[in-house]
Structure formats: structure tokens, C-alpha cells
């Protein structure tokens, strides 16, 4: 573990060593200093968290409002707010690009209010690059921290509150998991939960191993012990998180697979519904399957990244697995689970990608008929190997190829939603629906979207639901 710029805290002496005792203690003091601000400008302090990026980011993002919230900032929607935190993601370079057009306008406000403070962390705080340009040009921003001390966020907003010079504190690793601190969940009744951090697959276009690091997986009782604190708290859904969750376990002490944790999952009494993501096919067990399969709870849904249809860009993508035995996992998945849906990550224009390698992608779309897809335009990511391949794709022709694979998704996808038109399924209400408030919105265990007429008191409930009328990607239904 490294830190590159740690300024001493004078208090540092008498906070504790262990965590997390160390953020309770900080968060104590800044508590303190906060009630203090408040009282003098006579109103509440607020803040606003801005996530950018995937469901970790997500789940990232409750825990900085949890400790927010226990230090007294109380959360406003405006960004015009006295603690302002960009939660980053740096997977394609768009995701960066919006960082810094943002922060253009975050930079007039504070130019309107002084005292406010401006925090950015997560994924592209990670790069050296990244942060080397806000120290030039960015000065106005007060504190940024990476991925792997996020638990230190308490005592980091503590010392940016106390010091006037830009706080900086980046780790490069971290073999550390800290349990225990305050979470400010989105939803009442559905939670992310995350298993593991970290990845160690080096796929050659990705970016994450290097920014979050080696896999760590959590060990089981405090997960279980997590999720059965959530059920009591009201939770019936958990999405379980983890770059490769099917590699889940296998660094323990005492290794368990991932299918063995879902079975002491699925035991948890109150608990409805467990998802996961993201699996990766190169680990993807036959037990996951078996256990998949005869579960209750485990929702009929798999996301399965494809990335490529062709065995030569897999091998140069350094997935580890063919397009036959891609095509063979989904064979076995559809046999276990005949109504599962399957979704998937695409990515085109990969170095090198010929019009042919393409074809075998959109081959794999066919033959696969996924429920839905994300597709994504390579993008080149400073520091992976993809980068520093000479054969990169014309834009012209990536986008060529992009719209068509986009065109063929979205065809099968709504294809196979009108396959359910008529039946009925449970459903978890998740919220009124926001464009019609006499109806309300919910999942699938497949994820697919229901609207149905309904009101707010059936948030949280698992209701059967008619699917009267597919909508291209989502339901109108009605309940029976
Ligand atoms: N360019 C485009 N898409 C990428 N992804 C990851 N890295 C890149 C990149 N460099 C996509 C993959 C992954 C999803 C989360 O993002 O498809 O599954
Ligand atoms: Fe990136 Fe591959 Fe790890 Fe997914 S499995 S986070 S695509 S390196």
C-alpha cells in the first residue's frame, strides 16, 4: 500500500489504529466541525454524491452517503450543494470526458459559494495521468481518493475540511476489506451486495484490474451476516457484486466455490430473490448451473459477456474460452432453466477485428438470441495491451459494423419480450412509475420491466402480474 501525498493530521496520535474503530472516530470529529459550519451559516450543510460507471459504483456511492449522512450533510439533488462527490468510472474514455466537462460547471459554483467543497474518487482516480491533470489544471477540487481506501472516506473529508491545499490520497493496492461502516441504501427493499473486489483476469482491452486491483473475495459469514442484517432491515432482493463472481472464493483460507456461497445464500429465511453479476463464461461450473436450477430464490437471469464471436479476437481479447464453449454454457443454461433469460456484453471494433471476426459475432447473436445486450465501441484504454496494438479499426468501419450489431440486438430483443405477452409472473414493485403516477414499476425475476396500475404502498411486494402488452423492452401488465 502506498500513499502519495499524506499530510499529517496532528489528531492523528490519539485516533485508533484498527478499523473500523479509526472512521468511527473520525467521523465523530467531523461531525463536530460540521454542525459547527451549520450552526454559523444557520441551515444545514448539504451534499450531493454523482455516480458514474457500474452497480459497484452504485453500491461505492451508498457507502459515501452513508458516511455523509452520519457526519450530518443531509443529500440535496442540485449540485449546487456544500459537498459535491464524483464517484468516477474510466472503463471508456467517454466516462472520462464527462468528468471533466462536468467539473467546468462545478468549478462556477464554487466560484458563487467558496466554502463549498468538491470531491472526486473511484475508478479514474486510479490513473496517474488523471490525477497529475487536476493537480495542474483543476485546482479548485479539494479532495480525491481511489478505489482502495474508500473506507477511509470519514477521515480523508475530515482532513480536506481542515486543510486548505488539495488532499490527495491514491493507494495503488490493497489486500484490506473493512467491514462494518454506514451504508445509505437507495432502495429499501432490493440491495447490492458486494462478494469480491478486484479483478485478475487482464482481459486485453480492460482497464479494472488495473484500477481496482487484485480479487479479493469477502469471506462468507460476512456476507451472510450482511445480507441477513439487510432482510431484517426490510430487504427481499440482493444483487451480489463482483467483476468475476464466478471465481468467487477460490483465494479464501478456506476456499468455497460460488455456488456453495448461493447455497448458504438461498438459506437466509425472508430473503426472495439473489442476483449476480457479473459472470464470466471462461468460469462459468456446471454445479452453478445445477444450483442455479433447482433454487427458489436464484433469479432466472444470467449475464454472460460474449465481447467477441471470434475465436481469434477471444484468444487476442485474452478471454480464456471459444465461441463453441460459449455457445455450449448457453446450450446447458437453456436445458437446466428452459425460461432464463440471457444477456451479454458486446464489444466491436476491437484491434485488428476484420469484417469476418465480426460476423462471428453477430453469429453468436443469432444463435444465442440474447434477452438484451450492451454494446459497446472499443475504446482505447492507456496501459492495457489492446492499446499499444498497431492494427486499430477505422472509426468508419467500427461504426458501420456497431450499427448493425445494434439493429440485430434490438430485433431479437423484441422478439423475444413478445414471446411473454399474455403470461403471468411475480413481480417486485420497485417505485410509482415516474411518468404515470397511477401506475407502478417492477422486475422480473428475468429483469425484464412491468408497468402496472397500482400505488406507492406496493413498493417492496412480489405480486403475480399479467403481462398484457410488450412495448418493445418493457410490459404493460396488470394484476391477477
Ligand atoms: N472498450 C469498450 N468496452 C469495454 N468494456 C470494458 N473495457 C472496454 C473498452 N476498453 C466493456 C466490456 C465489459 C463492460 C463492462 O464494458 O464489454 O464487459
Ligand atoms: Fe475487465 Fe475482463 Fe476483469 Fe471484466 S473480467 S473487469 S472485462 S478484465
Known sequence: METANKTAIQIEAEAPVMEPQRQFYFMDL??????????????????????????????????????????????????????????????????????????????????????????????????????????????????????????????????????????????????EIVEELPIDRKYSFKSGVNIMFGCNNFCSYCIVPYVRGRERSREPKDIIREIEKLVADGVVEVMLLGQNVN???????????????LREIEKIEGLERIRFMTSHPKDLSDELIEVMAQSKKICKHMHLPLQSGSDRILK????????????????????????????TDI?????????????????????????????????????????????????????????????????????KAKELEGKTYECLVEQVNEHDKSLVSGRLSNNSIVHFPGDASLIGQIVDVKLEECKGFYYIGARV
Open 247 to 261: 471465481s468467487y472464493g477460490k483465494n479464501l483460507e478456506q476456499p468455497i466455490t460460488f455456488a456453495q456461497l
Open 316 to 343: 487476442e481479447m485474452n478471454r480464456h474460452y471459444d465461441k463453441e464453449r460459449y455457445l455450449s454454457i448457453v446450450r446447458k443454461l437453456r436445458e437446466a432453466i428452459p425460461d432464463i433469460a440471457i444477456t
Open 347 to 415: 464489444i466491436v471494433g476491437f484491434p485488428g477485428e476484420t469484417r469476418e471476426d465480426f460476423l462471428e459475432t453477430l453469429d453468436v447473436v443469432r444463435q444465442v438470441r440474447y434477452d438484451s445486450a450492451f454494446t459497446f465501441i472499443y475504446s482505447k484504454r492507456s496501459g492495457t495491451p489492446a492499446a499499444d496494438n498497431p492494427n486499430q479499426v477505422p472509426p468508419e468501419e467500427v461504426k458501420a459494423n456497431f450499427d448493425e450489431l445494434l439493429q440485430e440486438v434490438q430485433r431479437i430483443a423484441s422478439e
Open 30 to 175: 467531523a461531525k463536530k466541525l460540521v454542525e459547527e459550519r451549520s450552526k454559523k451559516a444557520g441551515r444545514p450543510l448539504t451534499f450531493h454524491v454523482e455516480t458514474f460507471g457500474c452497480q459497484m459504483n452504485a453500491r461505492d456511492s451508498e457507502k459515501l452517503k452513508g458516511i455523509l449522512d452520519t457526519i450530518g450533510f443531509v443529500p440535496v439533488d442540485t449540485e449546487e450543494a456544500d459537498f459535491v462527490i464524483y464517484n468516477t468510472c474510466t472503463v471508456r474514455e467517454n466516462a472520462n470526458n464527462k468528468v471533466y466537462g462536468r467539473l467546468g460547471t462545478l468549478s462556477t459554483y464554487k466560484k458563487k459559494h467558496p466554502d463549498m467543497m468538491i470531491a472526486l474518487c473511484g475508478c479514474m482516480m486510479q490513473e496517474e495521468h488523471v490525477v497529475q491533470k487536476l493537480r495542474e489544471s483543476y485546482r479548485f477540487v479539494d479532495l480525491i481518493f481511489g478505489t482502495h481506501n474508500i473506507f477511509k472516506f470519514a477521515e480523508l473529508i475530515y482532513q480536506a475540511m481542515t486543510q486548505k491545499e488539495m488532499v490527495i490520497d491514491i493507494w495503488k493496492d490493497t489486500t
